[in-house]
């Protein structure tokens, strides 16, 4: 009945911004007035990006990194002011900044699609098409970024032992993945806040997968609701999910249960970011003009929130870092769904895991995000299959085990799944063909992995992923962590190197 009164009151702009202040502050998102006094120290971006739309629309700073609902979802009603009165908005003209502008220019004259080769041509335009902080906020990785470019240079340092005279006319990767229908061995892996690249956000991703039957898994923090990813899939399109684990448990809970009556297909609980990593282009970035960075995004009841260690980390509060193996069984009791531990290094985790009962889990480093040095999940690769095959049948029907991190090629994909991996996820390749292209840009990365695919399974004499068998590939130099590879010429020139404190200028 309340939330029917507040929509009925009609505000004018002019008592809205009468409230710009600390001690009573109001804002205005998409057309309804909010009072966010009492939210403002809970706000898990920090206070000052909201005090900077005080008494004002905050819609366009607020809108690439909230889902649509969350400011309704999370204010008390009684603080649902109202609705703007249209009659009281001043139409002014949008002031476009200089940068945006040439980004504007830098946009339309990208490289035609049918010109984009590879998923390292979208990273390209990616990086130059993006804002600056978009492109800080997904490309970085933690510390000194080891891990993140250790993640390329794993794939190269195995190498392939092709078989000949097989007949290849026709090669055939037809797979499941945890049960569902894949048409590739790649699923879309989860990364947050789309919208900073693209006004589609995740939608581009839902869409492209739902038209070339690819799966793709829904990051806890999209930018989009999960309700409309959901809505935008084709019926029975399977979508897994991925999970941050809050420190309300009964949120999680019904968030997870939500999902699965909607049909999600499994859930991939993320395990390696108890607090999040330090990314330093990103927060360098926050130095650079205003603090209304990229990863200010609003969750459900946080807590505890530490106001001065950067927004990244601020935000990443309602995460629990308590979540333990004791937990386990909890999750097992709230859902139905297959339950995929993401984030796992080493075999004493993954035999920890089988014992747990889970179906599977992502070797994966989170994209070098998190614990910088720390190996790829393509070398761990090796030590767990090694670990799981002393404890029952290989490969186990009833264990995945997937691999993430710096695949950029249906060349790495084979070398994974020559190793043991059930299937591979790449996260940042498709993001980055979002960013230029939209939903046709992640069509175009599809197609361009299943092209690499069936040349290469050519190529090494493969028709189908059993013949894919170790003996196809040489990982003895895998694990030594010296010594030259060739020079990975594409990557290294998208690939940015971090910089140092600058000085200021004048
Ligand atoms: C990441 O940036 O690596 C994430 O996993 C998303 C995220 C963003 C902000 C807080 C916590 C997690």
Redesign the pocket.
């Known amino acids: 009945l309340l939330s029917l009164t507040s929509l009925a009151v009609m505000i004018s702009t002019q008592a809205i911004s009468e409230h710009a202040s600390r001690d009573s502050c109001w804002i205005i998102v998409h057309g309804k007035a909010y009072d966010v006094t009492e939210f403002l120290d809970e706000h898990p971006g920090g206070s000052k990006i909201i005090l900077k739309y005080a008494g004002t629309d905050a819609t366009d700073a607020y809108q690439p990194i909230h889902p649509p609902n969350a400011i309704i979802d999370n204010l008390p009603i009684e603080k649902h002011l109202g609705t703007v009165d249209p009659s009281t908005v001043q139409k002014t003209e949008k002031v476009v900044s200089e940068a945006e502008k040439q980004r504007q220019v830098l946009l339309a004259n990208r490289p035609p699609l049918d010109e984009i080769l590879n998923l390292h041509d979208f990273e390209a335009v990616a990086k130059v098409i993006l804002p600056d902080k978009a492109w800080a906020?997904y490309s970085s990785a933690s510390d000194d970024e080891i891990t993140i470019r250790e993640n390329r240079a794993a794939f190269q340092r195995v190498w392939f032992r092709p078989r000949i005279l097989r007949d290849v006319t026709s090669v055939d990767w037809s797979m499941t993945i945890l049960g569902q229908k894949s048409s590739l061995p790649v699923y879309i892996s989860?990364?947050?806040?789309g919208k900073l690249g693209h006004p589609d956000g995740e939608l581009n991703l839902t869409r492209a997968a739902g038209k070339h039957g690819v799966i793709q898994m829904i990051?806890t923090?999209a930018s989009c609701s999960f309700d409309e990813i959901v809505d935008a899939a084709q019926p029975n399109q399977p979508l897994f999910l991925q999970l941050?684990v809050n420190r309300d448990r009964n949120l999680t809970k019904r968030y997870v249960q939500h999902a699965e009556e909607r049909g999600v297909k499994a859930l991939f609980i993320?395990v390696d970011?108890p607090q999040?990593?330090r990314?330093e282009k990103d927060m360098r970035m926050k130095f650079i003009g205003d603090d209304d960075t990229a990863?200010a995004?609003v969750q459900e009841n946080q807590s505890n929130v530490k106001k001065n260690e950067g927004v990244?980390?601020a935000?990443?509060s309602f995460?629990d870092p308590s979540l333990s193996w004791k937990d386990i069984p909890w999750f097992r009791s709230i859902t139905k769904m297959p339950i995929i531990l993401k984030g796992v290094s080493t075999p004493e985790d993954a035999i920890l895991a089988l014992e747990a009962g889970v179906q599977g889990i992502v070797l994966s480093n989170?994209?070098g995000?998190?614990l910088d040095t720390s190996r790829s999940g393509l070398e761990n690769l090796i030590d767990i299959v090694a670990a799981l095959k002393t404890r029952g049948p290989w490969p186990n029907p009833n264990f995945s085990v997937f691999v993430d991190g710096g695949v950029r090629r249906a060349s790495d994909v084979l070398k994974a799944l020559a190793l043991g991996a059930s299937a591979v996820g790449i996260g940042r390749g498709f993001l980055y063909a979002f960013c230029g292209y939209g939903e046709e840009g992640v069509d175009k990365a599809i197609k361009i992995i299943a092209d690499e695919l069936e040349m290469n399974m050519r190529l090494l004499g493969a028709r189908n992923l059993k013949e894919l068998v170790p003996e196809m590939v040489d990982a003895s130099a895998l694990s030594s962590h010296v010594g030259l590879t060739p020079k990975d010429n594409l990557y290294d020139s998208t690939y940015q190197p971090l910089s140092l404190a600058a000085f200021k200028s004048g």
Do not use: F
């Not at 989860?190 to 806040?193: D, E, K």
């Open positions: 906020y989860a990364t947050a806040l990051p923090l941050y993320t970011a999040l990593g990314r990863a995004k990244s980390r935000i990443s995460i989170h994209g995000r998190q």
